[in-house]
Each structure stands twice: as C-alpha cells, then as structure tokens.
C-alpha cells in the first residue's frame, strides 16, 4: 500500500511540473487546482493513513462577490481498516469569506466529509461520513475557527457507557498563526480542542475527546510548497500491536471487515510525529 501511495506521489509530482509550465503564462482565474503529497495524513492531529503516506487534491471556485466552493481528496485508509472498503476521503464544502478592514477577516461555511465505497458500519463504528458548519475570524496572521457537527455521527464515533448514543454535536475550536518570515519562508503554529459528543470513559478506556497542537515552517520553492511540521496531541494510553487497548480511544487496528473489527495491526494513530509535505496550487 505505501509502495503504491509512493509511486503516485511521484506521477503526481511529475504532472504537476508540466501543468505548472503550460499554465505560467496563463491569465488569473476563479478556478483554482491543488495537488499534494505528504508523508501522513493528520485531520486534527489523527492519522488517517495509519501512518502511511497520502497523495492529496482539491478544486476550488471563487465568486466575485465573496462566496466560494470547492472539493479535496486524499487517500486514507482509517475507514478501510475498521470496515473493509473505503480508501478516499472527499470533502465537499462552500462558504462565504471577507475582510472587515486591513486587519480583519472573516469565513463562515459548511463541509461534508465523505467516505465513498464504505460498507455498513461494525459494532462500535457509526456512518463515518460527517457535516460540520464551521466559522472563523481572523487578524492579520492569528485566527480562530469553530467547527460543529451537524451529522448523527462524528467520524464514526458513537457516545455512552453503551456506545450506543449519537455524537451529533461534536465541536472542534481551534486558533491557527501563519507568521511570514520574508523570502518565502512561513512560521505556523496551531492548537486545538475536539470534543467528540456524548463520549465517556467506559473503565479504564478514556473519552475520545483530545486537544492538539502544531509547530512548524513552510517554505514557497517555486514551483510549490514545502512544509515540516511536529504534530502532538495529549491522547495517552500504551498500545499493543496485537491486543490494541483498553485504554486508548486512538489505538486502531488495520484488518477490519463489514461485521467484524480489526484484531491485529494497532498503531496509536494520535502519537507525536513530524510530518513532511508538499503542495502546488495553479
């Protein structure tokens, strides 16, 4: 699998080159493209490739008069290895963004998170797919945003001592520091608090809420971005390769199938790493 991810992320790096060449010269648009490879895929800090590399991309339009739409994708593999089928995620999102004055700027929208091709959910996994409203201010380099999901299930999370509750209502806050350093070179800093609904500690097994956090730089070389970051989150819990855990929400497994749950293969996907990537937007 990380072979095959590897060599797309090359072919994808070698067409983006040419695209890049033959749209140079070209005119600005409302239409815009982004491709991207990186060595894993974090969303708030979890791994969703298992720690495995992901080749990314999106679409985006802006209106004139402010709103927007847009899709990305990426290889995953979390759904996969609970469910047995689903190896995209695929966003679907739009919103309105604007700036008050020189400092101040705003966005508010709504985003669908999707998992094509997933089969119906084992015991202790809900729909993954999720829709969240989010809304976000920002002053200069530093801004805050709030997620909150709308969607029965958060990412496939269910809540209660019986895990038997919906976790509708999950929310996510988050302050984000794009700091530019001059010749192309960018600070970034993040921190971050999910609250996944209605989940408990069931005995030693604890919530499956967190709070996360980011460091790192990013550097504009041209002929697209490079960015290495370390991302950290306060999950805690030892986590066998056999057994899993009962202690740690965040310990997956990689062997699952419709009906029946991963017994093998667990990985704390929540644990610290330094993740290295690479972005063009044409």
């Known amino acids: 699998m990380k ?24 005119p600005a648009s409302p239409l815009s493209f982004n491709v991207g490879v990186t060595s894993d895929y974090l969303f ?12 990314q991309g999106g679409i985006d339009y802006a209106f004139s008069n402010g709103f927007y ?15 047995g089928k ?6 679907l999102y739009g919103g309105y963004k604007g700036a008050i004055n020189d400092d101040w700027s705003y966005d508010v929208g ?11 959910a084992n015991s202790g996994l809900a729909n993954p797919t999720t829709s969240e409203v989010y809304g976000s201010i920002g002053y200069k380099w530093v801004s805050v945003k709030y997620s909150y999901a709308l969607s029965p299930y958060f990412v496939g999370w269910y809540g ?6 919906k976790s509708r209502g999950s929310d996510y806050i988050e302050v984000n520091a794009n700091y530019d350093l001059g010749d192309g070179w960018t600070a970034i800093g993040h921190i971050g608090h999910q609250n996944v609904a209605n989940s408990v500690a069931v005995g030693a097994l604890k919530s499956a809420s ?29 986590c066998s390769s056999s057994t899993g855990s009962t202690v740690n929400p965040y310990c997956w497994g990689d062997n699952g199938r419709a009906g029946v749950a991963p017994t093998s293969g667990y990985k704390n996907v929540a644990k610290d790493q330094v993740v290295l990537s690479f972005t063009k937007t044409f």
């Open 44 to 55: 708030r800090g979890i791994s969703q490739t298992h720690g495995d590399a992901a080749v």
């Open 210 to 238: 967190y709070s996360d956090w980011k460091v790192g730089v990013s550097k504009d070389v041209g002929f697209g971005l490079v960015t290495l970051a370390y991302s950290a989150t306060d999950v805690s819990g030892s």
């Open 69 to 83: 739409i847009g899709t990305w994708a990426s290889s995953i593999s979390w759904v996969k290895d609970w469910l």
């Open 160 to 165: 209660g001592t019986n895990f038997d509750k």
């Open 110 to 120: 709504a985003i669908a998170y999707t998992y094509p091709g997933h089969e119906k």
């Open 86 to 91: 689903g190896s995209v995620e695929l966003d």
């Open 3 to 26: 072979k095959t991810i590897l060599s797309a992320s090359v072919a994808a790096l070698l067409a983006v080159s040419a695209i890049s060449a033959m749209a140079e010269d070209a």
